[in-house]
Nanobody
Framework: QVQLVESGGGLVQVGGSLRLSCAAS????????MAWYRQPPGKARELVTS???????WYESSVNGRFTISRDNAKNTMYLHMNNLRPEDTAVYFC?????????????WGQGTQVTVSS
């Protein structure tokens, strides 16, 4: 089993920055992919960015160039640096670890951390 704990959310003004952290405990495999999802008020949860164990990243188009995902495998910790924040970035941000085993995928989730961008 994997436990994920997010931290670093809060209230920030438009154009500001925040850094989220996700600490993972339990056994982490080199094939695990970690990601950040977010759920805006009244909307579905959406994938924001992901990173492989080797550091390959993917970004959703609206955050590309503003958000940076990183991962410290020695500390089992993932980060999300968010710059130039916009009101539409307001959401609960969730840390995710996806584990593939043959044709099955297991997903582990953190409890979420609120990010509010005020205009």
């Amino acid at each position: 089993q994997v436990q994920l704990v997010e931290s670093g959310g809060g209230l920030v003004q438009v154009g500001g920055s925040l850094r989220l952290s996700c600490a993972a405990s339990g056994t982490i495999f080199s094939t695990d992919v970690m990601a950040w999802y977010r759920q805006p008020p009244g909307k579905a949860r959406e994938l924001v960015t992901s990173i492989t164990y080797g550091g390959k990243t993917w970004y959703e188009s609206s955050v590309n160039g503003r958000f940076t995902i990183s991962r410290d495998n020695a500390k089992n910790t993932m980060y999300l640096h968010m710059n130039n924040l916009r009101p539409e970035d307001t959401a609960v941000y969730f840390c995710n670890l996806g584990r593939q085993f043959y044709d099955a995928t297991s997903n582990f989730w953190g409890q979420g951390t609120q990010v509010t961008v005020s205009s």
